[in-house]
């Protein structure tokens, strides 16, 4: 019997399951990487500039990441299973809307509306299979499960690229109605008999408040720093100034609260602390290389999307291949050994990215994607065990949402943050080259001698400098993320030992 007397799922009812289980983690984790590629293609058709482009991909991760610490609540107050169906109906119903979008404004918001759909469901979808799958299948059931969270990022990119060059970008968000409602209707078949009682719990809706005041205003301020000449904008500094007083209060807050949204009390326990240091500092670096690579291939390099997709993809073959290896090493290696493993393929992949330029081959560019890929399971599985199984039985569920958590919001700020430092190193590269360029004049009259205008020549000459400048500012921002996780390599130390991972069950966590 499963939890609750009811009869153990078995045969078709086991499989459907698991499977809708793991489409729905699948789908929620896809729709981060499928945008990736799409920016350029999304800025275009709505005329703006790529780098605000990027506020589709912080809209749905900040969401996303907010939807995490409130999905307890909303599970207990409605149902698990109520929830999960309504966010899979939900999460189909908002990406035809984010196709249908004609402005930036517009698909932001239905960016933001479909991540509260799809940030409950990923934390559901294991918290279900771990309650309804009998314990003789939960190992498999997590495998699979575990395997949707390696392969989404791998697919999003390509599909996303293909979508985009042989269709539409729309078309990246419409697919998915097509998948999400039958997903839903086989979810409430298979799972309705498994919903758990439900009850009227207080919610920390101030803890919420602050926790949304504080993170949006981070966001704006480093969305739109750029364009408004950050500290000497008075905005920006009004906004920086609301994020540290929100910070604070809502730290203060969640302390002293008796039931608060985000457990804080865990970052007492010194493994798990320094876990989420390098989980925000690791996972942010990744993900901003992440973002940066598509827009440089496109934007710099003159890549189509699909091609530029099937670069970022490159590196999730090598992720699923070594997800396995990973899980038995942990029994075997100290997971602190691996993760700075992990992290120095990873800086290795920046640091080799600093020497691009624009006669870098497809090939060539394939074996950073290698080792970025090799380095994303050595340092998320072992970084999740080892964030959790320091902690009580009691706080293991808050570890995990806690790392799911940071790890969303980390990707999220390191998006702006990241867009935001390529372009002001375009901009200072430049400055820099126009300033030093001496022979200026003599290359326009080598132009106009070719059988140029004047205009035409002045449009060459300065689109080269921009893409000097570009290609300067790509290489100094990847230095910094290499530098970062260097940094992140050697802090993992700080932790104590972790005991070794021997209960046979596959750590996971997105």
């Known amino acids: 019997m499963s939890a609750g007397g009811k009869k153990e799922p078995s045969g078709f009812v086991l499989v459907a399951i698991v499977l809708v289980l793991a489409m729905a983690n699948f789908l929620a984790i896809l729709d981060i990487t499928i945008v990736n590629v799409l920016v350029p293609q999304i800025a275009g058709g709505l005329a703006v500039s790529s780098a605000d482009g990027t506020w589709v991909i912080t809209a749905y991760a900040v969401a996303e990441a907010i939807m995490v610490p409130l999905t307890g609540w909303l599970a207990e107050r409605f149902g698990p299973v109520r929830v999960f169906v309504t966010g899979i109906f939900g999460f189909g119903i908002v990406s035809v809307l984010c196709g249908l979008a004609t402005s930036l404004p517009m698909l ?3 960016r933001i509306l479909l991540g ?4 409950p469901l990923i934390p559901l979808s294991q918290t279900l299979l771990l309650k309804v799958v009998p314990q003789k299948h939960e190992v498999a059931a997590l495998a699979v499960w575990s395997m949707t969270t390696i392969l989404a990022p791998v697919a999003g990119p390509a599909l996303g690229g293909i979508i985009a060059d042989q269709w539409s970008w729309p078309w990246a968000f419409h697919f998915k109605l097509p998948l999400a409602l039958p997903l839903a209707a ?3 078949y298979v799972l309705k008999d498994h919903e758990m009682p439900t009850m009227k719990s207080r919610v920390d809706f101030v803890g919420l408040g602050l926790l949304v005041l504080w993170v949006g205003a981070l966001q704006i301020m480093l969305g739109n720093g750029q364009n408004m000449d950050w500290f000497n904008s008075d905005f920006i500094v009004a906004l920086l100034v609301t994020t540290i007083l929100g910070f604070i209060a809502f730290v203060i807050w969640e302390m002293t609260d008796t039931n608060p949204i985000v457990n804080l009390r865990v970052f007492a ?4 602390s320094v876990s989420m240091v390098v989980i925000a500092l690791a996972y942010g670096a990744m993900f901003g290389a992440v973002v940066l690579v598509p827009l440089w291939l496109q934007n710099i390099q003159g890549y189509t999307a699909t091609l530029a ?18 899980t038995k090493l942990m029994t075997k290696f100290d997971h602190r050994l691996l993760i700075m493993v992990g992290l120095l393929f990873c800086a290795g992949s920046s640091l080799m990215r600093i020497f691009f330029n624009g006669e870098m081959t497809f090939e060539m560019l394939l074996w950073p994607q290698v080792l970025q890929g090799l380095s994303f399971p050595l340092i998320i599985i072992p970084l ?3 964030s959790v199984s320091s902690l009580p039985p009691k706080d293991t569920a808050a570890g995990a949402g806690q790392f799911n958590f940071i790890r969303t919001l980390s990707g999220a700020i390191a998006t702006a943050v990241v867009v935001a430092a390529w372009e002001n190193a375009i901009k200072w590269n430049k400055a820099v080259l126009v300033s030093r360029v001496r022979h200026g004049q003599d290359m326009m009259a080598a132009l106009q001698a070719g059988g140029f205008t004047e205009q035409k020549a002045r449009s060459l000459f300065d689109l080269g400098v921009l893409q000097q400048a570009a290609q300067l500012g790509t ?9 970062v996780l260097l940094f992140t390599a050697a802090a993992v130390w700080i932790a104590p030992k972790p005991p070794r991972h021997a209960n046979g069950k596959p750590p996971v966590g997105h």
Not at 269 to 272: A, L, Q, V
Not at 475 to 483: D, S
């Open 269 to 272: 326990n010194r493994s798990f």
């Open 475 to 483: 290489n100094q921002t990847f230095l910094a993320i290499g530098v």
């Open 116 to 119: 509260m759909c799809g940030g």
């Open 309 to 326: 997709g099937y670069n970022t993809a490159f590196a999730g073959i090598f992720s699923v291949i070594l997800a396995p290896i990973t």
């Open 186 to 188: 086989l979810a409430w």
């Open 108 to 110: 932001i918001v239905f």
């Open 384 to 386: 999740m065990d080892m």
